[in-house]
C-alpha cells in the first residue's frame, strides 16, 4: 500500500487514492496547465481543490510542499526509482509529466529544446505580462490614477500576442504538426485574456488570425474540455 505519510499536506488534503499521483491545484491559467496535461496524457490522478481565495496556499501544509504559496502542486507516490516526489512550479510538472509518460514533448533533441523554450517563454513572459495587465485592467490596479503602467502591460501583452501570432502563421501549433506542453502552457493564459480579464479589445485581439484559431483548435480539445474544470473551484 502506498503511503504519503511523509507529505504533511496530506493531513489537510488526504488522499482517497494513495495509489494514484496527487494534483494540488485550482483551474486559473497556471492551474490548468497541469489539470489538461493529466488528462492528455491518461495518468491515474486525485484533485484536491485548493482555496487560494481563502488563502489555503499559506497554510503550513500547503507551505510544506510549495514554500512560495502558490498552484499548482503535485506528488507523484511513484517518482523516480519508486520514490515519492513532491514538485511544484507547472513548467517544472508539465516537463516531469511527459518526460514521466513519454508524451507531448519531442524525442528529438533539436525539437525538444526548441519545445522548451516556447514552454520559457510562456513562464517568463506570457504568464507574468497577461496577470499584470489583469490586474491594472480588472482587477484593484484599475483604481491607480496613473494610467502608465496599465499602458506598458497592454503594449507588452500586445507585442507578445504578436509573436504567437508571427509563430503560428504557417502551422497548427507552436511546434508545428505536433500539439506539445508549449501549447499547453499558452492556452489557458490566452484564453484567460480575452475571457476573464475581458481584454480583448483592449489588445486588439481581433486584429490576430492564426492565434485565435489556434486557441480554438485547442479548447476543441476533449482533454482541454475536461482540464479547464478540474479540480472544481470551491
Partial sequence: MTT???????????????????????PTPNGVKVSIMLE??????????????????????FLSLNPNGKIPAIIDPDGPDGTPLGLFESGAILVYLAEKSGQLLPQDPAARYETLQWLFF????????????????????????????LERYRAETRRLLGVLEGRLANRPWIMGADYTIADISLLGWVRNLIGFYGAGELVDYASLTHVPRWLERGLDRPAVQRGLEIPPRP
Fill in 4 to 26: 504519503l505519510s511523509a507529505f504533511p499536506i496530506t493531513t489537510r488534503w488526504p488522499a482517497q487514492h494513495p495509489d494514484r499521483l496527487q494534483l494540488y491545484s485550482l
Fill in 40 to 61: 492528455e496524457i491518461g495518468l491515474p490522478y486525485e484533485a484536491h481543490t485548493i482555496n487560494i481565495g481563502q488563502n489555503e496556499t499559506w497554510t503550513p501544509e
Fill in 122 to 149: 510562456q513562464m517568463a513572459s506570457v504568464g507574468p505580462m497577461f496577470g499584470q495587465l489583469g490586474y491594472f485592467h480588472k482587477f484593484a490596479g484599475r483604481e491607480i490614477e496613473d494610467k502608465r503602467p
